[in-house]
């Protein structure tokens, strides 16, 4: 099972994923076609913190809400028990944003995973409040799912006519049986 799954892993790679990644001419293309779909919803620029557990976290987040634009000094105090990561997100993928509406500069309150004590919560620097086109850049990753699909699908495809599917009605009956 587990040389098959390799084999499989390989040729997905081969078939689907390199593809997807290198054609960018395709990429681009469907992205064109399909511009609506690529939106940004209400979002922000933040930079999320992951804490190794709440006292760590509390200690962060007193240290972000007090000095903000220093955020990577505190971050790298804590080196292996925190980690940063800033992009623009939508408001949905903020932890501690909740029902509020996220204002610049604001920081968020930790939320503490119960399942392994982590804790993350972000520090906002810029607020989108209106929807608006992602750049083919911004896009690219859920260009690149989408590309995978439509690979996916057409590939399946060519293999049901290469290899059709058979049903042996003898055997399945006597397994039905």
């Known amino acids: 099972e587990f040389k098959d799954g390799n084999l499989f892993f390989e040729i997905m790679q081969q078939e689907i994923w390199n593809k997807a990644q290198a054609d960018t001419t395709a990429l681009l293309a469907l992205y064109n076609q399909n511009k609506p779909k ?11 913190f992951f804490c190794s557990d709440g006292s760590v976290s509390q200690k962060v987040y007193d240290a972000i809400r007090k000095s903000p634009l220093w955020w990577k000094n505190t971050v790298a105090q804590y080196s292996e028990l925190v980690y940063a990561d800033s992009s623009r997100l939508e408001w949905d993928q903020i ?3 909740d029902n509020s509406t996220p204002v610049s500069g604001m920081v968020t309150k930790p939320q ?3 399942t392994d004590n982590t804790a993350s919560f972000a520090w906002i620097s810029k607020v989108y409040s209106q929807p608006m086109q992602r750049s083919f850049n911004e896009a690219r990753g859920l260009v690149m ?3 995978q699909e439509i690979l996916d699908k057409k ?6 006519k290469k290899y059709p599917v058979v049903i042996n009605e003898a055997t399945l009956n006597s397994i039905l049986k």
């Open 95 to 97: 932890p501690g944003i």
């Open 112 to 114: 503490i995973n119960s």
């Open 155 to 160: 590939w399946d495809v060519e293999l049901r």
């Open 38 to 48: 690529y939106i940004w919803n209400k979002s922000a620029d933040a930079v999320i």
């Open 145 to 147: 799912n989408d590309y």
